[in-house]
């Protein structure tokens, strides 16, 4: 089994604005700049060879380039008590649109996915036992513009539990159409 999702992967000097913020929050689990993305679509485990079906499905798949930026900050939770901090994109419709396709895509395949409505996002700090408050942060950072992504490609990512969090290792990669 692999536990697989799709995201789209940040730029170096995105990566290295979002990792400028990092500050002493408690209980506070930093990403580190390998682990900075953009979840699309979480696929949760997936047996071996399951995987080459997944690439078939999205073969034929043809959907424009766009640009993003990655600007504010927000978290899940209370500031007070968050459970996650992170920060925002927009527009978020291409996003979205990207999602839904890639949902429409893969359904025959048997994935039950997520019900909440998609909150693109990228997140910076998970937190889990007695969280510290990120108001200072928010308040600091809150509006800042952390640049721009020029979104070209999506990729399949296999996530593996490693000493310091998850590693993740690019499965495939998805190329984006050019506009006509």
Not at 72 to 92: S, Y
Not at 96 to 103: R, Y
Not at 145 to 169: E, I, K, M
Request: glycine share 8%; aromatic share 8%; with cysteine.
């Amino acid at each position: 089994m692999q536990r697989l999702f799709f995201a789209l992967e940040m730029p170096e000097p995105v990566r290295q604005s979002l990792l400028g913020i990092k500050a002493p929050v408690a209980g506070a689990r930093w990403q580190s700049d390998a682990q900075l993305h953009l979840t699309l679509l979480f696929l949760g485990n997936v047996p071996e060879e399951a995987v080459p079906n997944i690439s078939l499905a999205l073969r034929d798949l043809s959907l424009p380039r766009f640009d993003l930026e990655v600007c504010g900050l927000g978290c899940f939770g209370q500031p007070e008590t968050p459970r996650n901090l992170w920060a925002g994109v927009t527009p978020e419709a291409p996003l979205i649109a990207l999602q839904a396709t890639l949902k429409q895509c893969l359904a025959h395949l048997g994935f039950s996915f997520e019900k909440r409505p998609f909150r693109p996002h990228i997140t910076l700090a998970r937190f889990k036992k007695q969280p510290g408050s990120v108001q200072s942060l928010l308040a600091e950072h809150g509006q800042d513009d952390f640049g721009a992504v020029p979104v070209r490609d999506f990729v399949l990512l296999r996530s593996t539990q490693g000493a310091r969090g998850s590693d993740y290792t690019v499965v495939e990669r998805f190329p984006l159409s050019e506009s006509p």
